[in-house]
């Protein structure tokens, strides 16, 4: 069965840090991978997505960024962190090319909170 | 723009009571509509509905879309306190490499 994981599940850094969020997926190949964050009391917004290795669609434009080193592995990165940049972040996934329609599932997410 | 909004914004209720919670999109090329559960971490999947499959049920869980209305109900009976969490709801377009879009969600609470 697939799996997803994030790590780590909390973390706090003072603004201007620089970020690395990690997420990877097990017993699945060429899934399509998502970051999302969630805000107090808000929806959950598309950050990047990825159809494949090194292939990153930004959705919102901002400070961070998205790559995909690894077939199974998504990374969320920042240079400089903004106290806007507090929220919940989690990684999904869905099969690729699918037939039929099978929905994204979701990490466990890690709560950033900036200082 | 694709939009997803979703009412009541919170609501609270005794156990055993039956709930309705609903959700309204405007999508372009409408492919499914998706509720989740979120209690304290990962959103985990309900129900997907589309044009073929516009009823889902699960124990006491149950789901309609209406694609004239552009609407969907999620509909839970004789509540229980582990149904208290976030519900959110979801669309895809047809296009866009399963992008969804969700909305707030609702906020249930269960009271013993």
């Known amino acids: 069965s697939q799996t997803i994981h994030q790590w780590p599940a909390t973390l706090v850094q003072p603004v201007g840090s620089p970020l690395s969020l990690e997420c990877t997926v097990e017993?699945?190949?060429?899934?399509?991978l998502y970051w999302y964050r969630q805000a107090a009391g808000r929806g959950l917004q598309l950050l990047f997505y990825?159809?494949?290795?090194?292939?990153i669609s930004s959705e919102v434009p901002q400070n961070l960024s998205a790559s995909r080193p690894q077939d199974r592995q998504f990374i969320l990165s920042s240079k400089k962190l903004l106290l806007s940049d507090s929220g919940f972040y989690l990684c999904?996934?869905?099969?690729?090319?699918?037939?039929?329609?099978?929905?994204?599932?979701f990490g466990d997410g890690t709560r950033l909170s900036i200082l | 723009e694709d939009k997803v909004v979703q009412s009541p914004l919170s609501l609270v209720v005794h156990e055993g009571d039956t709930v309705t919670l609903n959700c309204s999109y405007e999508?372009?090329?409408?492919?499914?509509l998706l509720w989740y559960k979120q209690e304290k971490k990962a959103p985990t999947f309900l129900f997907m509905l589309?044009?073929?499959?516009i009823e889902k049920k699960s124990g006491r869980l149950s789901s309609i879309l209406d694609k004239k209305e552009l609407s969907s109900i999620l509909n839970i009976t004789a509540t229980q306190t582990g149904d208290s969490a976030i519900y959110l709801c979801?669309?895809?377009?047809?296009?866009?490499?399963?992008?969804?879009?969700f909305g707030t969600g609702t906020r249930l609470t269960i009271i013993p």
């Open positions: 999904a996934w869905s099969p690729q090319g699918k037939y039929g329609n099978q929905p994204q599932h």
């Open positions: 017993g699945t190949s060429n899934p399509n």
């Open positions: 990825s159809v494949g290795i090194g292939q």
């Open positions: 999508v372009t090329n409408f492919r499914s």
């Open positions: 589309t044009s073929s499959g």
């Open positions: 979801a669309v895809e377009p047809r296009f866009g490499n399963e992008k969804l879009t």
